[in-house]
């Protein structure tokens, strides 16, 4: 009796030591397949948070350069120069309004046919350099004027997830 005791444990414990190897088999299957889905959404997770900054960037480098757009058309209606001109650098405004908020402009290089202007904006949570350059390189009087408005999401520089977008009119 103890012999037929003995080999019926022996073969229930190697369906036993089946079961135990099947069920570690399955449980490692589905942990592995279940990373793969974790890192397959925290990638689209951060692709789609990406999106969104570039996004905030490029609004507000194009708010920056529709100031700019606005305060250089303005010499229209006031008959004042805002940004250098290579004929009219001295006579330029030395601020601008945008947001609520008056910036300085910073005259940049000037020659006899062009001259820069500069002038950095934060706009929401975001910041905005802008460089205004007028060139008149026949010496008529028309300046050509060249706006870059680059936009950064953050006013951080050390952000991690920092994203800048340009614009740039040219007429």
Known sequence: MDEKHFQTNRLVGRKSGFALLFSILAASVLLSVSIAIWSI???????????RE??????????????????????????????????????AASSVTCGGQTVPIVAGATDSSSADST?????????????????????????????????????NA???????RGLRTKY
């Open 41 to 51: 959404s925290f990638r689209e997770l951060v692709l789609s948070s990406f999106g």
């Open 119 to 155: 002038f950095q904006i934060d706009l929401g949570d975001g910041r905005a350099t802008v460089i205004v350059s007028k060139n008149d390189p026949s010496g008529t009087g028309f300046s050509l004027t060249e706006i870059d408005a680059h936009g950064q999401n953050s006013v």
């Open 158 to 164: 050390s952000d991690v997830t920092l994203v800048e």
């Open 54 to 91: 570039s996004q905030s960037a490029f609004y507000i480098a194009d708010s920056a350069i529709e100031c700019a757009l606005y305060w250089d058309l303005s010499f229209a209606r006031t008959g004042v120069y805002t940004f250098a001109t290579s004929s009219a650098s001295e006579g």
